[in-house]
């Protein structure tokens, strides 16, 4: 019989200080930056109302972080793009979908991570090095690209048609499918919705 770890506590005071209810210590945001980092999982309660609050003292710390010279990890275009799907009919989907995105993409970034360090332990200037970075990133490419094309109905500018989309290879590429047909169900039930 196991017992899951359960999360850490963090109180959320009116003057804004954040209270580690496990080490009795006030922390910062950075602190809990250094957490996330670390794998180590925790929520936040607002002290007074017992309200829980970690999504947005999480997108605080995104904030921060975007904030920070050098450390731009979102596209503006993607952002704009983000705040479009709030009140849309998409709404809904979009926080699997990111889930799933973010989830392939960190597998893949382990198999990248992990031919680098074979391909440039042996030699850092070889042929062999940049042959396994344009592989992976067309891949990543092809990925984003099969992504995108499920959030609209319209073709992608440069005229893609979806055919290299549809020839995805491995779990990857039937996840999207799967994604795919759960995407036009959903969109007939909110077309069904939004005619009564």
């Keep these: ?3 899951e770890k359960k999360p850490t506590v963090i109180k ?7 209270y580690h209810t496990g080490t009795s210590t006030y922390v910062t945001l950075d602190d809990l930056a250094g957490m996330v980092k670390g794998g180590e999982d925790f929520v936040v309660f607002d002290a007074k109302t017992g309200e ?6 999480l997108a605080q710390i995104i904030f921060e972080q975007e904030g920070k010279s050098g450390q ?5 275009t993607f952002l704009r793009q983000l705040i479009r799907f709030y009140g849309d ?3 809904a989907l979009v926080p699997s979908y990111l889930e799933l995105s973010l989830r392939t993409l960190t597998q893949n970034q382990q198999k990248f991570r992990d031919q680098l360090s074979t391909t440039f332990g042996q030699n850092p200037f070889g042929n062999a090095a940049f042959t396994a970075m344009d592989e992976q990133a067309q891949k990543n490419m092809a990925m984003f690209r099969d992504a995108l094309r499920m959030f609209t109905p319209f073709p992608l500018a440069g005229g893609d048609t979806g055919e290299a989309s549809d020839k995805a290879e491995g779990p990857a590429g039937g996840e999207i499918d ?4 759960q995407l036009i169900e959903m969109q007939r039930r909110l077309d069904k919705l939004s005619s009564k």
Excluded: C, F, H
């Design 178 to 181: 799967d994604l795919k047909k």
């Design 1 to 3: 019989m196991t017992t």
């Design 72 to 76: 731009n990890l979102l596209p503006i």
């Design 12 to 18: 959320k005071y009116a003057n804004r200080r954040l």
């Design 52 to 57: 829980e609050i970690t999504r947005s003292v």
């Design 89 to 91: 009919s998409m709404q």
